[in-house]
């Protein structure tokens, strides 16, 4: 109750003077350029009010649960996506596209020497197993990445190669990316140097004993060896070990994988009454990791943009270009953002913006557009909106949107990017306690207001952000 009491104190009042015309590449400027602000405006309110998504999320989180990629689980998330936007008023279908599907199986690590006790740790998506009853083998431990890449070729034949390096906490995520090679790229580095497995310190900001999960990449031509992430306190507890002498782990993985699978992609649309071949595309991704629910990942985005959907598809009239949410399929494997720009390429052009919320569900701060757009009519529309909402609109152009839109944006469509606070998104991200308790409803609602805002405001106007003059320096 709280939480909605909380709701309505940061409903946006807005001055009208804050109401500026949406600019002259609008038919009409003024009167249209009002009515589209104000029904923004509007649609921002609607959005702190409703619980539509929050209910989508729930329901998707408990009655389905895990997502993960190319599993039943998934397609039964897909259809129930599917169901609840044809009710919403939206036009739906799914795009499928082919992947190997990875799975869990059992994974148990033991320290044996000096004394025995169990590390908690869990396999990254992609590992090859261990032979069913497991490997054991000594531990190196390197306390940086670095040091596993300076180590020389050969050093750790028949070893356990391990990295203890820490993740730096960021409110913008650029401590993952920053350390996001540990997780994709380890494996490889310590099987060239002759390693027979690779664990490493969770990327993650948490002191639980709980692992965080996630994909890597095996590099071409070099073996294939098992790979986990372990809890942070139990790298650390194999950091203080090693340090005093040789320490022996048992690792035991049974992952196993599956060739041929298929993941797919829910599309609903609002088709623009004027302009519908001109799209406003805004995702999120509906697979999730098998170890919670994946309600921060990505529960909540696709929640937000389902919702957004909704919000405009339930407008009196449709906006003049066409709104697309799509819920991609396998992020998390790495397949969405490929499948997603190689299926729509010929389609990329009509593309006028995409955006995607993959952060979880703390509030927006800031707002990125396209270069020179903030600078514009549209930006100062936009801008205009956003202060009763706490979010800043930076002068700095969006670089980046994320992994499923990230193919669009090489494809020359311009991007959007509305930036969560991400200070503790990676205490809990990947891990088993990724689950709807975590979801703050006003939270999410002032994430859906944002992002109903801007999707409406870029579809009803005539923006090309394609064509905007440079920001001054
Ligand atoms: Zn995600």
Redesign the pocket.
Known sequence: MIAWALRRTIVPILVAGAISALGCSLADAADAADTAATVAERLGHEAQMDDWGYKFLETMTSEIGPRLAGTDAEVRAAKFAEAKLKAAGLDVHLENFPMTVWERGIETATIEKPASQRLVLTALGGSVATPPAGIEAEVIVFRTYSALLAAPLGSLVGKIAVVTERMVRTQDGAGYGAANRIRRAGASEAARRGAVAYLHRSLGTDSHRLAHTGALDYADGILRIPAAALANPDADQLERLAAQGPVTIHLTLTPSERENGQSLTVVGEVKGREKPDEIVLIGA?LDSWDLGTGAI??GAGDAIVVEVGKLIASLPQHPRRTVRIVLFGA??MDYSGPAYTKAHIDDAARIIVAGET?FGARPIYEAKLPAGAAASSFGSVFGGLLPPFHVLLSREPSRQGGADVDGLMRAGVPIVSLQQDGLDYFDIHHTADDTFDKIDPAQLAQNLAVWAMFTYLAAESDIDFRRLPSPAP
Do not use: C, R, T
């Open positions: 991704h990942d990505d992020e998390e993959d």
